[in-house]
């Protein structure tokens, strides 16, 4: 049998028409993915909402109070960009004592005020009562507890009324994630 020599392979040209097809969908990708990820510095972690609550008119929309948690090695900071709190009305500044610095815990160590964090998030509330939104920004270094706690504590508290019962107070419920530096 002989053997046909194509044209192709006599001149030594290559089939690069494959590789651009890889080399367009993988910069494709790339773009994409890239996109998503600057996307991603705050996450919206808010839980659907139950029961019948009122939705907000526009006769409602003011300016709102960017309520910010930050979670540093020293204690919490609380700051708000919209309305002033305060002399934390700056963002969270780690050269500067925090809001509700760390308590001394039962065994000696430091520990986060949980307590401290929700009192002083009952006066925001009282202030601004229908703002619902708290951005949470963590040190890279904080562990995954206490931000669920930290959430926790934001969420809502219990309340002792003047007779002596007890009540759940929602406090900011619509909660967004984010990153100090």
Not at 21 to 28: A, E, P, R
Not at 58 to 70: H, I, N, R, S
Not at 117 to 133: M, N, R, W
């Given at each position: 049998?002989r053997r ?6 006599v001149?030594g040209?290559?089939n690069?028409?494959?590789?651009l ?5 993988l ?14 510095g705050?996450?919206n ?18 300016p709102?109070?960017l309520l910010?948690v930050?979670i540093g090695?020293?204690g919490?900071?609380?700051a ?6 305060g ?7 780690t050269?500067?004592p925090?809001t509700i610095p760390l ?11 949980y ?15 229908k ?16 931000l ?6 934001c ?13 759940r ?5 619509d ?5 100090i530096g």
């Amino acid at each position: 049998m002989r053997r046909f020599i194509r044209a192709e392979e006599v001149t030594g040209e290559l089939n690069i028409v494959p590789y651009l097809d890889v080399v367009v969908n993988l910069v494709i990708f790339m773009l994409l993915s890239m996109t998503g990820l600057i996307s991603l510095g705050v996450l919206n972690v808010s839980a659907p909402r139950i029961g019948t609550e009122q939705v907000a008119t526009a006769a409602d929309t003011g300016p709102k109070l960017l309520l910010t948690v930050a979670i540093g090695r020293q204690g919490f900071y609380v700051a708000g960009a919209g309305g002033v709190l305060g002399a934390d009305a700056a963002a969270a500044d780690t050269s500067r004592p925090p809001t509700i610095p760390l308590k001394t815990g039962k065994n000696g160590r430091p520990e986060y005020d949980y307590a401290a964090l929700s009192a002083e998030l009952v006066k925001i509330k009282d202030q601004y009562p229908k703002e619902t939104q708290v951005i949470l920004s963590a040190d890279p270094d904080v562990v995954y507890d206490v931000l669920i706690q930290t959430m926790d504590a934001c969420r809502d508290v219990q309340v002792k009324n003047a007779d002596g019962t007890s009540e759940r107070k929602l406090l900011f419920f619509d909660v967004s994630l984010s990153l100090i530096g």
